[in-house]
């Protein structure tokens, strides 16, 4: 892993379900899925920008920056920056969204707000204390500040995620079985349960 840097998007199927992650590392890759596809078509810009004026975020806002992080081995493309001075906000936009959600079950989204926040950091040369979710559609902005423990589990989560790659040892599944419903994954995960000489990752 020394001269690949880790997409932010693979660490955060990780965090939803490790099993996703080592797929599409090791076998298949998903295809873009509806709502994918809709949040990269269908972003409003001025509307997202007047969300974060009307919440008082000022500063430059910076659309579609690349960002790596040599600490964490990672790389990505975050939504939007908002630059003011030496310190910044980082923000990603999502389909729908709430508070609740967010901590729930969707915390892989908290994952990869804060991990490209980090990036965030070393590529910009600026603090940012803040990372921002914007939904697309309806709901409030969830603001996460960037403590060291949310920082922390970053690394922890990316670290794992190496280690998987290096010994290529397949997983355990979410247990939130919830997940497994709409998940391109799903019957492949299925025959390997029903495999009595398959590595049961789920």
């Not at 709502?35 to 659309?63: C, F, H, N, Q």
């Not at 936009?93 to 980090?118: D, G, N, P």
């Amino acid at each position: 892993m020394q001269y690949y840097r880790i997409p932010v998007t693979l660490i955060k199927e990780y965090a939803y379900c490790p099993l996703i992650a080592y797929y599409k590392v090791f076998l298949i890759v998903e295809p873009p899925t509806e709502s994918m596809m809709y949040a990269k078509e269908k972003i409003d810009r001025s509307l997202v920008e007047a969300k974060l004026r009307g919440e008082g975020v000022d500063g430059e806002i910076l659309w579609s920056i690349p960002v790596e992080s040599r600490r964490l081995n990672i790389r990505g493309i975050v939504d939007l920056v908002v630059v003011n001075g030496f310190r910044a906000k980082v923000v990603e936009v999502k389909l729908i969204t709430s508070r609740r959600s967010l901590w729930k079950r969707y915390r892989h989204h908290i994952v990869q707000v804060v991990a490209y926040a980090i990036a965030v950091e070393e590529t910009l040369k600026v603090v940012v204390d803040e990372a921002i979710i914007v939904p697309l559609e309806r709901g409030g902005m969830v603001r996460i500040k960037l403590t060291p423990p949310i920082r922390n589990y970053i690394f922890m989560l990316v670290r794992e995620f190496e280690e998987m790659v290096r010994s290529a040892v397949k997983p355990r599944g979410t247990i939130d079985k919830v997940k497994c419903k709409t998940c391109f994954y799903k019957k492949i995960c299925s025959l390997a349960l029903n495999n009595p000489m398959g590595n049961h990752g789920s």
